[in-house]
């Protein structure tokens, strides 16, 4: 009977709490960071007589 009994019990996992921000968010965020500072820095080094390789 007792064997019974242990296939009847549930167990109850509880969750680790929510994050506020989740890991694939600021993996987005710092992607997107990136990109805008890399490009800025590009149109940057474009702009300027030196290293404006396309003139």
């Known amino acids: 009977m007792s064997d019974v009994q242990l296939e009847d019990e549930k167990f109850i996992i509880q969750r680790p709490k929510k ?9 987005i965020l710092y992607i997107l960071l990136g990109l805008g500072l890399g490009l800025t820095i590009h ?7 030196t290293y404006n390789w396309l003139q």
Request: negative net charge; glycine residues 0%.
């Open 43 to 49: 149109f940057i080094l474009l702009s300027t007589e």
């Open 19 to 27: 994050r506020p921000i989740e890991f694939t968010t600021v993996l």
